[in-house]
Nanobody
């Protein structure tokens, strides 16, 4: 069955960096677009960044453009989110999403940006 497992979250100071990973299994990873979402406390889940199956096309929310970079390694069945210049408002649980059949979500990884 489809499984998505996020990792790499943690506590980081403002201005710092983190790299999130999403390990996928149970489907042909290279055939599907993938997306990172996040949900901050008390807020709705929002799209952060998306990437095409080949990795050649990416898109970002305005709030993270120029600071975050999405990528994927189809050979490793893994998607990444490199986050730099982190701000307290980036604090959220970050989820990966696979647009496979009805769609699948990981359980999320918590990123806390605080001094």
């Amino acid at each position: 069955q489809v499984q998505l497992v996020e990792s790499g979250g943690g506590l980081v100071q403002p201005g710092g960096s983190l790299r999130l990973s999403c390990a996928a299994s149970g489907f042909t990873f290279s055939s599907y677009a993938m997306t990172w979402y996040r949900q901050a406390p008390g807020k709705e889940r929002e799209l952060v960044a998306g990437i095409s199956p080949s990795g050649g096309i990416t898109n970002y929310a305005n709030a993270v453009k120029g600071r975050f970079a999405i990528s994927r390694d189809n050979g490793k069945y893994t998607m990444y989110l490199q986050m730099s210049s982190l701000k307290p408002e980036d604090t959220a649980v970050y989820y990966c999403y696979a647009n496979v059949r009805m769609g699948y979500w990981g359980k999320g990884t918590l990123v806390t940006v605080s001094s």
